[in-house]
Nanobody, 123 residues
Framework: QVQLVESGGGLVQAGDSLTLSCAAS????????MGWFRQAPGKEQGFVAT???????YYEDTMKGRFTISRDDAKNTAYLQMNSLKPEDTAVYYC?????????????????WGQGTQVTVSS
């Protein structure tokens, strides 16, 4: 079992950058694909990015070029670097871990979830 704890959220201005962290418990972090999702007020949860256990990365189309997902297996931590933030990026951001046989991009393909961290972007 994996426990995930996100951190790094906060209130920023449009155009700013922010890096979220997802710290995982356990000694098997390197086996998991890691993903980030977000949920804005009144909207469904949406996919942001995935990094596989081999380091391959995938992004929701609108995130490409602004967001970067990465991982440090030695630190049991995944990251989401967000640049050029916009007010529409305001959401609760969740990290998740997956053992899905293929590259996970849907929430039901992830098994473990963090509690989320709030990101608010003011205009």
């Amino acid at each position: 079992q994996v426990q995930l704890v996100e951190s790094g959220g906060g209130l920023v201005q449009a155009g700013d950058s922010l890096t979220l962290s997802c710290a995982a418990s356990g000694r098997t972090f390197g086996r998991y694909h890691m993903g980030w999702f977000r949920q804005a007020p009144g909207k469904e949860q949406g996919f942001v990015a995935t990094i596989t256990n081999g380091g391959l990365t995938y992004y929701e189309d609108t995130m490409k070029g602004r967001f970067t997902i990465s991982r440090d297996d030695a630190k049991n931590t995944a990251y989401l670097q967000m640049n050029s933030l916009k007010p529409e990026d305001t959401a609760v951001y969740y990290c998740a871990a997956s053992t899905y046989i293929d590259i996970p991009k849907r929430s039901n393909q992830f098994t473990y979830w963090g509690q989320g961290t709030q990101v608010t972007v003011s205009s």
